[in-house]
T-cell receptor, first 116, second 111 residues
Framework: EPEVTQTPSHQVTQMGQEVILRCVPISNHLYFYWYRQILGQKVEFLVSFYNNEISEKSEIFDDQFSVERPDGSNFTLKIRSTKLEDSAMYFC??????????????FGPGTRLTVL | QKEVEQDPGPLSVPEGAIVSLNCTYSNSAFQYFMWYRQYSRKGPELLMYTYSSGNKEDGRFTAQVDKSSKYISLFIRDSQPSDSATYLCAISGGGADGLTFGKGTHLIIQP
């Protein structure tokens, strides 16, 4: 069964450093998402991406964040200068939106980001 | 404004019991409702997806939506210890919108 994959599973970085989190969405999916979940908190939407551009972003997704689809399979989230409060699980999700009004989003296993 | 409210629990029930998990939401623009299951330090796994008011059944799971009350429920019949997890409700306005999640209910099924 196709699944969303994410690497690395755990990333430790120093405050102020740049990190890139990587995702491989399900192959025939067209819409891609990043969410984050701070420990003990709810899963929060960050950004959606379609046709090589951002479709929607939340207030959390400020200028420190960027997304990219550098090739036909990868989808990345970059945090330019990490802060302590960026420590969280980051989930990638994708959906096909195959002609329906909406479609379900399938989530990857997450990358745990720890900022020291 | 808290858009999706969900009791975080924990909710502890004996094996075999019927479990009822609930969420309320405030924005009537939300049209699509999902339940995800999340094990500790793992990604959310889709369980159920509904659009209209009413019930949708899949095996031991039943999702119920009452749009007039802005209330969604997930029922688990014949609960098993393997059902122990955090259950997240998620709602969407449709299309490619990002999902709005509840905080999740931590469910414990006692053998």
């Amino acid at each position: 069964e196709p699944e969303v994959t994410q690497t690395p599973s755990h990333q430790v970085t120093q405050m102020g450093q740049e990190v890139i989190l990587r995702c491989v969405p399900i192959s025939n999916h067209l819409y891609f998402y990043w969410y984050r979940q701070i420990l003990g908190q709810k899963v929060e939407f960050l950004v959606s991406f379609y046709n090589n551009e951002i479709s929607e972003k939340s207030e959390i997704f400020d200028d420190q964040f960027s997304v990219e689809r550098p090739d036909g399979s990868n989808f990345t989230l970059k945090i330019r200068s990490t802060k302590l409060e960026d420590s969280a699980m980051y989930f990638c999700a994708s959906t096909s939106l195959g002609g329906g009004l909406t479609d379900t989003q399938y989530f990857g296993p997450g990358t745990r980001l720890t900022v020291l | 404004q808290k858009e999706v409210e969900q009791d975080p629990g924990p909710l502890s029930v004996p094996e075999g019991a019927i479990v009822s998990l609930n969420c309320t939401y405030s924005n009537s623009a939300f049209q699509y409702f999902m339940w995800y299951r999340q094990y500790s330090r793992k990604g959310p796994e889709l369980l159920m997806y509904t659009y209209s008011s009413g019930n949708k059944e899949d095996g031991r799971f039943t999702a119920q939506v009452d749009k007039s009350s802005k209330y969604i429920s997930l029922f688990i019949r014949d609960s098993q210890p393997s059902d122990s997890a955090t259950y997240l409700c998620a709602i969407s306005g449709g299309g490619a919108d990002g999902l709005t999640f509840g905080k999740g209910t931590h469910l414990i099924i006692q053998p």
